[in-house]
């Protein structure tokens, strides 16, 4: 079987020739197989479609995707978003008293999914034409999945019998559709009676009285979650809900999510791994090609779900969404840390936010050489600050900071408004062969090269961003949350690319993330931050990976331990055996 994908956003007509037409063997021979629509771009029939590959090669813009499918695939369409897009095979299957994880790249149709389930979105079935009544739709979908779990789901759906509160993905738009302080927003949807006390389990309780339009990105996101738990329905839908968030941040919804809800139906996408296997039953991957097509496996569970994508190979579906696995063998723990020497040094320093304002008190300490150095805390306690008082972008009040090093910087925040094509800013910079193959490539900027950056997601924002900062020539790299926007397979992608780069060029990078995946794989040792959000904040020390973990999984309140097949770390379910062990012998960092 096979689809012919015309990525809108990519395909630019009026700049080029029509090559995709032009070139085409079966057009020459007087076939329509490609044809201009009525907004002058081009469409592909996929029936005439021979699938050689020629338009693919020509589309000066890489807009087009010929992509051959399994057979087994047709007639499985779930929904596809008009002629020559993108197509969803499959949907995921919620189950009352259980809460079920999707797991996918970004651009594969979890989403949409979710929005169909929650009957924000009739789906078409892959018929573009599908323009009849709703109630007609309908019919046919419940037809589709006769004798399946989905086919009374879908029934009951149809006729208006299923209440559902559903979280969107991006909660930026929140304040546009609300004008008012916490309370009244979730005073107004709360039909459970426990706003008030999940703004105390969140530690929301100050943000109460603040006006919607005043509240940060992660104060928004926990009130976007609790806004959805609040609701008297019978399915909770949950997209995404650790961006923003700091790892204690996203502990304390996850547990709120399974407290809460745990005799009730939740679907939940997530990109946090560690997150997903704490609160998930099982789960459903996506696979395919993002912008392209999206297929959703049936139920795993949690454990195996997690370790087939890690491997990158489904078994039951025989498919390989990956060319290399993720390894957890050779790297975290590190049972005994191998001095290299010390790159920098820094006095001790202390930076103050106005007369009674934040402060951060930081004692002498060193980075060494060849080292990337994890950074772990929570928001507001200070790691931005000491990064950027590091690279030179603010003055301490006290102390200084005296090394002459040159330092690349990625910020914590970055802002996409620049009018200028990505090649145009990577190419600035000095870029080797070696900045291509170890950057570039890997965390795929060819792919949008042509875009302008200001048009780009949050995910290749991030990326952009990244590759910028590591395309530059230092010999200290310093990236403030790179996972931030990051789907999973970006994170898997950027974790391989950061580690070779520190490992072949032999230079020190400092990695500020909340994702515990993320920093254990990528950390040689661990730098500990406390102290209490927005008031004061210090940094503990650089630890050994087992001592430094050990210390901050203690005041997580969690335990890790290795996955037998894989190795990966995984959290303890709060309470069981293995949790109530490795607590009593106080090693929360494996045993």
Same mark, same amino acid.
């Given at each position: 079987?096979?689809?012919?994908?015309?990525?809108?956003?990519?395909?630019?007509?009026?700049?080029?020739?029509?090559?995709?037409?032009?070139?085409?063997?079966?057009?020459?021979?007087?076939?329509?197989?490609?044809?201009?629509?009525?907004?002058?771009?081009?469409?592909?029939?996929?029936?005439?479609?021979?699938?050689?590959?020629?338009?693919?090669?020509?589309?000066?813009?890489?807009?087009?995707?010929?992509?051959?499918?399994?057979?087994?695939?047709?007639?499985?369409?779930? !929904?596809?978003?008009?002629?020559?897009?993108?197509?969803?095979?499959?949907?995921?299957?919620?189950?009352?008293?259980?809460?079920?994880?999707?797991?996918?790249?970004?651009?594969?149709?979890?989403?949409?999914?979710?929005?169909?389930?929650?009957?924000?979105?009739?789906?078409?079935?892959?018929?573009?034409?599908?323009?009849?009544?709703?109630?007609?739709?309908?019919?046919?979908?419940? @037809?589709?999945?006769?004798?399946?779990?989905?086919?009374?789901?879908?029934?009951?759906?149809?006729?208006?019998?299923?209440?559902?509160?559903?979280?969107?993905?991006?909660?930026?738009?929140?304040? &546009?559709?609300?004008?008012?302080?916490?309370?009244?927003?979730?005073?107004?949807? &709360?039909?459970?009676?426990?706003?008030?006390?999940?703004?105390?389990?969140?530690?929301?309780?100050?943000?109460?009285?603040?006006?919607?339009?005043?509240?940060?990105?992660?104060?928004?996101?926990?009130?976007?979650?609790?806004?959805?738990?609040?609701?008297?329905? &019978?399915? +909770?839908?949950?997209?995404?809900?650790?961006? +923003?968030?700091?790892?204690?941040?996203?502990?304390?919804?996850?547990?709120?999510?399974?407290?809460?809800?745990?005799?009730?139906?939740?679907?939940?996408?997530? !990109?946090?791994?560690?997150?997903?296997?704490?609160?998930?039953?099982?789960? !459903?991957?996506?696979?395919?090609?993002?912008?392209?097509?999206?297929?959703?496996?049936?139920?795993?569970?949690?454990?195996?779900?997690?370790?087939? +994508?890690?491997?990158?190979?489904?078994?039951?579906?025989?498919?390989? /969404?990956?060319?290399?696995?993720?390894?957890?063998?050779?790297?975290?723990?590190?049972?005994? !840390?191998?001095?290299?020497?010390?790159?920098?040094?820094? $006095?001790?320093?202390?930076?103050?936010?106005?007369?009674?304002?934040?402060?951060?008190?930081? @004692?002498?300490?060193?980075?060494?050489?060849?080292?990337?150095?994890?950074?772990?805390?929570?928001?507001?306690?200070?790691?931005?600050?000491?990064?950027?008082?590091?690279?030179?972008?603010?003055?301490?009040?006290?102390? @200084?900071?005296?090394?002459?090093?040159?330092?690349?910087?990625?910020?914590?925040?970055?802002?996409?408004?620049?009018?200028?094509?990505?090649?145009?800013?990577?190419?600035?910079?000095?870029?080797?062969?070696?900045?291509?193959?170890?950057?570039?490539?890997?965390?795929?900027?060819?792919?949008?090269?042509?875009?302008?950056?200001?048009?780009?997601?949050?995910?290749?924002?991030?990326?952009?961003?990244?590759?910028?900062?590591?395309?530059?020539?230092?010999?200290?790299?310093?990236?403030?949350?790179?996972?931030?926007?990051?789907?999973?397979?970006?994170?898997?992608?950027?974790?391989?690319?950061?580690?070779?780069?520190?490992?072949?060029?032999?230079?020190?990078?400092?990695?500020?993330?909340? $994702?515990?995946?993320? /920093? &254990?794989?990528?950390?040689?040792?661990?730098?500990?931050?406390?102290?209490?959000?927005?008031?004061?904040?210090?940094?503990?020390?650089?630890?050994?990976?087992?001592?430094?973990?050990?210390?901050?999984?203690?005041?997580?309140?969690?335990?890790?331990?290795?996955?037998?097949?894989?190795?990966?770390?995984?959290?303890?379910?709060?309470?069981?055996?293995?949790?109530?062990?490795?607590?009593?012998?106080?090693? +929360?960092?494996?045993?």
């Amino acid at each position: 079987m096979r689809i012919a994908i015309l990525k809108r956003d990519k395909c630019q007509s009026r700049k080029c020739e029509y090559e995709c037409i032009k070139y085409c063997p079966m057009v020459r021979t007087g076939v329509e197989t490609i044809i201009l629509g009525k907004d002058g771009k081009p469409v592909i029939s996929e029936d005439l479609c021979e699938g050689c590959g020629i338009c693919v090669k020509k589309c000066p813009f890489a807009a087009i995707s010929i992509i051959g499918l399994p057979e087994e695939l047709k007639g499985e369409e779930t !929904h596809r978003y008009g002629e020559n897009g993108f197509v969803l095979y499959g949907m995921p299957i919620p189950k009352a008293g259980k809460i079920t994880g999707m797991l996918g790249e970004n651009g594969i149709g979890k989403s949409t999914a979710i929005k169909i389930l929650s009957g924000l979105q009739v789906p078409n079935l892959g018929k573009v034409d599908f323009e009849v009544e709703a109630k007609a739709s309908w019919n046919a979908i419940i @037809k589709k999945y006769a004798g399946s779990e989905l086919q009374n789901y879908f029934d009951t759906l149809a006729k208006g019998k299923i209440k559902v509160a559903y979280k969107p993905q991006y909660i930026d738009a929140i304040p &546009d559709f609300f004008d008012g302080k916490v309370h009244e927003l979730l005073e107004s949807t &709360d039909e459970t009676g426990e706003a008030k006390q999940l703004l105390r389990v969140f530690e929301l309780e100050e943000a109460r009285e603040k006006d919607i339009k005043e509240l940060s990105g992660g104060e928004l996101q926990r009130v976007a979650v609790i806004g959805c738990m609040i609701r008297d329905v &019978d399915f +909770y839908f949950f997209d995404e809900v650790t961006p +923003y968030l700091d790892i204690y941040q996203r502990m304390q919804v996850a547990k709120g999510i399974k407290d809460v809800l745990k005799d009730k139906a939740v679907v939940v996408v997530e !990109h946090d791994l560690a997150i997903l296997d704490m609160l998930a039953d099982y789960v !459903h991957l996506l696979y395919g090609e993002p912008g392209g097509y999206g297929v959703v496996t049936m139920p795993k569970s949690t454990n195996r779900g997690i370790n087939e +994508y890690l491997s990158g190979f489904l078994h039951a579906e025989n498919v390989r /969404i990956r060319d290399e696995a993720i390894g957890f063998t050779a790297h975290p723990p590190r049972e005994k !840390h191998e001095a290299r020497g010390v790159f920098i040094e820094y $006095d001790g320093f202390e930076k103050k936010y106005g007369g009674v304002g934040f402060v951060l008190d930081v @004692k002498p300490g060193s980075i060494e050489k060849g080292e990337v150095l994890g950074t772990v805390g929570r928001n507001a306690i200070g790691k931005s600050t000491f990064v950027k008082v590091l690279v030179g972008e603010t003055e301490p009040v006290t102390g @200084k900071i005296a090394f002459d090093v040159k330092a690349s910087y990625k910020p914590q925040y970055i802002k996409g408004e620049l009018d200028m094509r990505v090649k145009d800013l990577i190419y600035s910079l000095t870029i080797s062969e070696a900045d291509v193959i170890d950057v570039l490539d890997p965390l795929r900027i060819l792919e949008v090269e042509e875009r302008s950056i200001k048009e780009l997601s949050g995910g290749e924002l991030q990326n952009v961003a990244i590759a910028a900062c590591l395309c530059q020539d230092a010999s200290l790299y310093m990236l403030d949350e790179p996972s931030a926007h990051l789907d999973a397979e970006q994170k898997v992608r950027l974790i391989k690319a950061v580690r070779r780069y520190a490992e072949r060029r032999g230079v020190s990078m400092l990695i500020v993330d909340h $994702d515990i995946y993320l /920093i &254990d794989l990528l950390s040689d040792r661990l730098m500990v931050f406390d102290g209490e959000p927005g008031v004061r904040g210090e940094i503990k020390g650089c630890f050994g990976m087992r001592e430094g973990m050990n210390l901050f999984l203690k005041d997580l309140g969690v335990t890790f331990r290795r996955d037998e097949s894989t190795l990966r770390p995984r959290i303890n379910k709060i309470g069981s055996a293995k949790d109530r062990e490795q607590k009593k012998r106080g090693k +929360y960092y494996y045993l």
